[in-house]
């Protein structure tokens, strides 16, 4: 007899394999493809198109009045410190000398300085909390605006895939359809077990991690013969 040695991660590795087969031959070979695609071109026009959106809707009433919530929640916090005019000129000696006043480390304060002159990166002036709040705030907008995108276009493909459901009824089309779905699903696993490898290999460079895992993966194999 042959025996062939088959630990967790050859198990696991297996079982995904069959699932992404299994439901590529399901879905078949367009419906896949729609899925994938819809995916990706979802989330390149979400990256795309999330800041024009977001401007467009930061320059109406949401933007003032988030910017509004944040600099009061800011100043309830420290009033004075967050009530410091920035002005254009010497911001980041300002800034920083507010940062000091919050008690927050000193090896830290030149990190803080830098973040809050990254994010303020509309030249105008005003109160810390103000500058951070509208910096905050436009931010803010531009996550949600790229979220919408997304969600919309997302169910648009969800559409087109809904679409597609009679294709895999057509006698011969249907076959070559689940078959391709097949072929593609296992492309899918083997991408996506070899970036969880990859990034296992990552978390096994941690010797606590390597430790751990190696203690339960080596544990008790499981022994198939064949």
């Given at each position: 007899d042959m025996m062939f040695q088959f630990d967790y991660i050859s198990i696991i590795i297996l079982v995904l394999g069959l699932i992404f087969i299994i439901k590529g031959i399901v879905n078949g070979l367009l419906k896949s493809i729609?899925?994938?695609?819809?995916?990706?071109?979802s989330l390149v026009l979400?990256?795309?198109?999330?800041?024009?959106l977001g401007n467009l809707l930061f320059d109406t009433a949401l933007g003032e009045s988030?910017?509004?919530?944040?600099n009061d929640s800011l100043v309830n916090i420290n009033a004075e410190a967050f009530n410091t005019p920035i002005p254009l000129e010497n911001q980041e000696a300002t800034i920083s000398s507010v940062m000091a006043s919050l008690n927050i480390p000193s090896f830290l304060n030149g990190l803080v300085t830098k973040l809050v002159l990254v994010?303020?990166?509309?030249?105008?002036?005003?109160?810390?909390?103000f500058l951070i709040g509208q910096s905050l705030a436009r931010y803010i907008i531009y996550f949600f605006a790229g979220l919408i995108i997304f969600?919309?276009?997302k169910f648009v493909f969800f559409i087109l895939k809904i679409l597609t459901r009679k294709v895999n009824k057509i006698p011969l089309l249907g076959k070559f359809n689940r078959i391709g779905g097949g072929i593609l699903g296992l492309?899918?696993?083997?991408?996506?077990?070899?970036?969880?490898?990859?990034?296992?290999?990552l978390l096994m460079t941690i010797p606590q991690?390597?430790?751990?895992?190696?203690?339960i993966v080596g544990?008790?194999?499981?022994?198939?013969?064949i």
């Open positions: 729609i899925c994938i695609l819809g995916g990706i071109i979400a990256i795309l198109l999330a800041k024009p988030l910017t509004n919530v944040i994010m303020i990166s509309v030249q105008t002036e005003g109160t810390l909390g969600i919309v276009f492309f899918n696993a083997f991408v996506v077990v070899t970036l969880l490898m990859y990034g296992a290999s991690v390597n430790d751990y895992l190696t203690n544990e008790k194999p499981l022994l198939v013969n």
